[in-house]
């Protein structure tokens, strides 16, 4: 059963902060997040393993609540580039094997 | 960023023809997978295959797909009899260590 993305999409200017949602109504092992643009293959973000732990770089985080199945990605001061299509994959609680169920995907646009 | 590289980029084939994809990785790994997107949708799950091996496969992975290594280093999906629906990017992943998957850069498969 695949994840739950919400929103679908975000429009932002630079500068401003969003809050991308993933969930699941099965128990997870891990949530993995890509960045995926145009044409492109998606290309990975992070990966939070349960444990409830929070994870970033740079202007982008992310967290994992084990007990509700979800996580968040936060990309905060948003620059042109965090333009695409945000995609989280869950790993089920057998998990560690690199198979990945997909949301459906965030589009987020990032306007000057 | 590690990848895999994949072949063709693009390939466009006549329904009812077979088809071959091809992925190299840069380095001996033992797990790959393979996952399909059909434009403008999520990325979804075909097959994994550990060691030479398939070890799951989703319900889109039916008998018109098979996957080998047939020399050790190069790993193929086959298409054997192809659909109009089978026109998507396929992409080649690889596992890491970490428990994170590296995507391929994909290829454009269109049947007409």
């Known amino acids: 059963q695949q994840p739950v993305q919400s929103p679908q999409a975000v429009i932002l200017r630079e500068g401003e902060d969003a809050v991308i949602n993933c969930s699941s109504s099965k128990a997870l092992y891990s949530v993995h997040w890509y960045r995926q643009k145009h044409g492109e293959a998606p290309v990975f973000l992070m990966i939070l393993l349960k444990g409830g732990e929070q994870k970033g770089h740079d202007k982008i985080s992310a967290s994992f609540n084990e007990k509700k199945q979800q996580s968040s990605l936060y990309l905060t001061a948003s620059q042109l580039s965090y333009s695409g299509t945000y995609f989280c994959?869950?790993?089920?609680?057998?998990?560690?094997?690199?198979?990945?169920?997909f949301g459906q995907g965030t589009t987020l646009q990032v306007k000057p | 960023e590690p990848e895999v590289t994949q072949t063709p980029s693009h390939q466009v084939t006549q329904m009812g023809q077979e088809v071959i994809l091809r992925c190299v990785p840069i380095s001996n790994h033992l797990y790959f997978y393979w996952y399909r997107q059909i434009l403008g949708q999520k990325v979804e799950f075909l097959v994994s295959f550990y060691n030479n091996e398939i070890s799951e496969k989703s319900e889109i992975f039916d008998d018109q797909f098979s996957v080998e290594r047939p020399d050790g280093s190069n790993f193929t999906l086959k298409i054997r009899s192809t659909k109009l629906e089978d026109s998507a990017m396929y992409f080649c992943?690889?596992?890491?260590?970490?428990?994170?998957?590296?995507f391929g850069q994909g290829t454009r498969l269109t049947v007409v």
């Open positions: 994959g869950t790993e089920g609680v057998f998990g560690n094997t690199g198979k990945l169920i």
């Open positions: 992943a690889r596992l890491e260590q970490t428990g994170v998957a590296f």
